[in-house]
C-alpha cells in the first residue's frame, strides 16, 4: 500500500505541476508564458482617489468607476488627479506614495474609468492586478471574492453574477460602503495570483471587466502602444465539474502503469522547466493524500469526483 501511495503523490503532484503551467497559456499579451505578477494574496495594486478608489491594471494605467471621475475632475485633472498608493512597511502605518495623473479615458455607457499616469510606478513596490477575459455568469453559481478598498481588505464575500453584466453582492454581506466605489472586485487564484474581475459601482453591484475587454485594450494600446494588459478566462480559475463518466466510485483501483506514466511526466517536467512549482504541487498533493475523505488509506481508493479528477490529466491512467 505503500508502493502504491507513493506512486499516486508522484502522479498527482506531477498533474498539480502540469496543470499549473499549462494554465497559464490562457494569459493574454504575454507570449513568454510566464506569469507577470506575484501569486500571492496581495492588495498593492489597490489605489486611493480622492473620495474613491482604483486599481492598478499596468506600470501606467489605473482601473476605477466613471462616476469617480465625472466632468468635474476631468476638467481639472491637476487638481482631482493624484492617486495615492499605500505602501505597507515595517510600521503597521503604510506608506502613503501620490502619482499624478496625465489623463482620464470614460467609457461611454459602463461605469468604468481609465486613469493615465505621468510616470509608471515602482513595480518593485506595487504590482498590476490580472484581469478577467470571460464573464461569470448566472449559471456558475457563487463564489467567495475579495473587495481591495485600499488600504483596507475583506475577504470571503460571496459574489455572483447578475443582471446588466453586473455582478451583485447581497446587502447582509456588503462591504466598505462610503469612498469604496472604484474599487477592485478581486477572485484570488493560486494559479495565477489576484484577477479584477469587476469595479465598484454602488449598492453592491459592479460591471465585469470581461465585457469591456476590447474598450480597455484599445484604448491603452491607442496612446500607450508598449503596455500590457494580462487576462485570465474563467474557467481557468473554475473549471467545470468533472463529468458523471469521470466520477470515481468507492471500491474502484487506480491501475497504474508506472513506466508508462511517469517516464513521460518527467520528460514533460523538463522540456517545460516548471522546477519552480513543484514545492506547491507536492503540498498539494500531500493534502489529497493525507485527508480521509479524499483518499483511503487501507483500500487506495479515492473517494470523491474532486479528486478522482486530478488524474484527467493523464489520458492514459485508467480507473
Not at 479615458?105 to 484581469?131: G, N
Not at 453592491?204 to 485594450?217: E, S, V
Not at 503596455?227 to 458523471?244: D, G, M, Q
Request: aromatic share 10%; hydrophobic share 35%; with cysteine.
Amino acid at each position: 500500500m505503500i508502493y502504491i501511495r507513493n506512486a499516486l503523490f508522484s502522479t498527482i503532484a506531477a498533474c498539480f505541476i502540469l496543470s499549473t503551467n499549462a494554465a497559464s497559456f490562457d494569459l493574454v499579451n504575454n507570449t513568454e508564458n510566464i506569469l507577470p505578477y506575484s501569486l500571492e494574496p496581495r492588495g498593492d495594486y489597490g489605489v486611493s482617489i480622492r473620495k474613491c478608489r482604483g486599481a492598478l491594471i499596468a506600470p501606467s494605467w489605473v482601473l476605477t468607476a466613471k462616476h469617480c471621475i465625472g466632468n468635474k475632475k476631468q476638467n481639472n485633472i491637476k487638481k482631482y488627479g493624484k492617486v495615492t498608493f499605500f505602501k505597507q512597511g515595517d510600521n503597521e502605518k503604510p506608506q502613503k506614495i501620490k502619482y499624478d495623473s496625465q489623463a482620464f479615458f470614460l467609457h461611454e455607457s459602463k461605469d468604468i474609468a481609465l486613469i493615465q499616469l505621468k510616470s509608471p510606478v515602482d513595480l518593485h513596490s506595487f504590482e498590476p492586478a490580472l484581469l478577467l477575459a470571460t464573464p461569470m455568469l448566472k449559471k456558475h453559481g457563487e463564489f467567495k471574492m475579495k473587495q481591495v478598498v485600499t488600504p483596507k481588505i475583506w475577504h470571503d464575500i460571496p459574489v455572483s453574477a447578475g443582471r446588466n453584466e453586473n455582478a451583485y453582492v447581497d446587502k447582509k454581506h456588503r462591504q466598505g460602503k462610503g469612498g469604496s466605489s472604484g474599487s477592485p472586485w478581486i477572485f484570488e487564484s493560486e494559479q495565477f495570483g489576484d484577477i479584477i474581475f469587476a469595479v465598484t459601482h454602488g449598492s453592491g453591484r459592479a460591471p465585469q471587466t470581461a465585457y469591456i475587454k476590447d474598450w480597455l485594450n484599445q484604448t491603452i494600446n491607442s496612446v500607450d502602444p508598449d503596455a500590457k494588459l494580462h487576462w485570465v478566462n474563467f474557467e481557468s480559475i473554475f473549471p467545470t465539474e468533472p463529468s458523471a463518466t469521470s466520477k470515481l466510485s468507492v471500491g474502484y483501483q487506480p491501475k497504474l502503469n508506472l513506466h508508462a506514466d511517469f517516464v513521460p511526466l518527467l520528460e514533460q517536467l523538463a522540456i517545460k522547466s516548471v522546477n519552480e512549482n513543484k514545492a506547491k504541487a507536492y503540498i498539494k498533493a500531500d493534502h489529497y493524500l493525507n485527508q480521509p475523505e479524499f483518499f483511503d488509506t487501507n483500500s487506495g481508493v479515492f473517494l470523491d469526483a474532486q479528486s478522482a479528477g486530478l488524474y484527467e490529466c493523464r489520458n492514459d491512467i485508467k480507473f
